[in-house]
Nanobody, 121 residues
Framework: QVQLVESGGGLVQAGDSLRLSCVAS???????VGWFRQAPGKERESAAI???????YYADSVKGRFTISRDNAKNTVYLQMNSLKPEDTAVYYC????????????????WGPGTQVTVSS
């Protein structure tokens, strides 16, 4: 069993930066870890994913502004978010699952409770 807890969300203005953290406890074999987000009235979508071999994926909407990184010694994955826009407002979740999974949310079986990010214009 893996427990995930996100932190670092908050209320910021457009153009500001935030760094989200996802700390894992329990059976923490970090494989693929993803950051997903759900905006009000919209479906949850993938934002950024990191695989254990260092490969990363970014949604087009965040590419060039967000950076996902991991510190395996601290069982922590980060999401650095720069140049935030009002459309980045969402609840951000981190998730992980078994080796070899991809970008589909259904492949991730451990999820954190989420952290709210609100970007004002």
């Amino acid at each position: 069993q893996v427990q995930l807890v996100e932190s670092g969300g908050g209320l910021v203005q457009a153009g500001d930066s935030l760094r989200l953290s996802c700390v894992a406890s329990g059976r923490t074999s970090w494989y693929t870890v993803g950051w997903f987000r759900q905006a009000p009235g919209k479906e949850r979508e993938s934002a950024a994913i990191t695989w254990s071999d260092g490969i990363t994926y970014y949604a087009d909407s965040v590419k060039g502004r967000f950076t996902i990184s991991r510190d395996n010694a601290k069982n922590t994955v980060y999401l650095q978010m720069n140049s935030l826009k009002p459309e980045d407002t969402a609840v951000y979740y981190c998730a992980t699952g078994p080796p070899g999974i991809g970008v589909r949310q259904s492949e991730y079986n451990y999820w954190g409770p989420g952290t709210q990010v609100t970007v004002s214009s």
